[in-house]
């Protein structure tokens, strides 16, 4: 795709502020002293340095291993240098802006629309901090927007008369950006399934039926040496499973922020010591999860489920925000080393960026009036699918990334219709009633990142 500006002091002021966000983060993790790793992070890091010499490339039935085995392909060529993975994931990360710009307009955006998703997407300190962390997070971002693009040319494609060829290559390339991301995250597990969905049409079936086999066999390409090592250890085919364990740790979190009295690492403990297997591990922890509900009942336990678990999700207390220096029983790590000017002005921008984001893409999506395609259904199918899960399973504020670029990508709908009002769009319906739904949703979404501190008092005595 070719990026027109037409604007050139619009892409300046972009570039600069890009710049200034870069350098405010790069001098937050080294300026006084780099940012120590906190819990899975030391666990990529200690297990990559182990396959670098000679260790298990699959040691863990918990973790997916891809974020790993990139940084020990990254460490065997550049030496084990932490600064290395911070590069590449910038770029990656850049990678993510582009092709976020790119699928917007696939979803029918406009092109200044899309221009702002990706600027919200990349000046965002919170997002954008996501490239200095050894979490999996922007490399499976990465794959699954790289798929959703493929998955949107494949079906272009089968529309084309002499084209079902090329959208079987282009479905194998998607099943590859697919597999790849189940083997960084959990996350598609369930959803995967679905996207078959860019496949059906009503003519010319039989093509749809070939891409899709080949959307299948690419994932089987990349994820196949796992599922064997699965079935060799464990005697079922698998990647990753700590579900129950998120499920227990999603029931017995008590708190609407990250790393208040953070259950997850406490339970992770004796939920490994609680059987030699997978299916062991998980068959005593279903006991304790039907345990749980048969004691509060089921309409206790999902009142309180909706009362916490959205808090968690879309909370601005972000995890950029979290690590930095604050009160420990406010979940606040402080393993940046950041002086205090610095600080606030991180935890401003952060909560700044997060707020405009949300309210933002509030009123993208109640003012949006586009054609619904299967690409639009799939989306929404996805995003609907986050939500749900998120109501049980143990929730950081890092999920709600894989939402972002689709949050940043309504808001750029709304922004670019706020900055050029006189510019008729008529995919964006600003009508009266349209508006006050805006602002109710607005509303929630804001108190949903921001009560949570006033609600749990967490550094009350």
Known sequence: MRLRVRHR??????????????????YAYYGHGAKALVGDEQGYQ??????????????????PPLQPLLLAALYAVFGPQLLVVQIAQTLLLVGCGWLLRGLWRDLGGSVAAANWAAALFLLSPQIAAYAHWLWP??????LLLAALRLLARARGQLQAADASARASVTALLAGLGVGLALLAKSLLSVFWPLFLLMFVQRARPSAGWRAGAAFVCGIGLVTAPALVHGWRQYGTPMIADSSVYNLWVGLTDRWRSDYVQDMGGVELPAFLA?????????????????????????????????????????????????????PACAGQLSVYHSPAWLTRSLTWLSEASHALI?????????????????????VALLIACQLALFAFIHVKARFLLPMLPFLCGLAGDALARGVAPRRAVAAFAPTAPRLLAATALAAAL????????ALDHPCTP
């Open 446 to 453: 804001l108190f949903l990142a921001f009560a949570p501190v």
């Open 274 to 326: 609680s059987g030699a297997t997978p299916q062991q591990r998980n068959a005593v922890y279903r006991d304790k999860v039907r345990g749980y509900v048969e004691a509060h009942g089921l309409g206790t336990v999902l009142t309180a489920q909706l009362g916490r678990q959205y808090f968690r999700l879309f909370n601005a207390k972000t995890l950029l925000v979290s690590q930095l220096p604050g």
């Open 9 to 26: 002091g619009a892409a300046l002021a972009f570039v600069a502020l890009f710049a200034l966000s870069q350098a405010l983060l790069w």
């Open 46 to 63: 200690n297990t990559a340095l182990a396959i670098l010499a000679g260790g298990a490339w699959m040691p863990s039935s918990i973790w």
């Open 137 to 142: 997070e922007i490399p499976h971002l990465l």
């Open 358 to 378: 949300l309210g933002a893409a509030a009123f993208g999506l109640a003012c949006w009036r586009r054609r619904i395609g299967m690409l639009e259904r799939v």
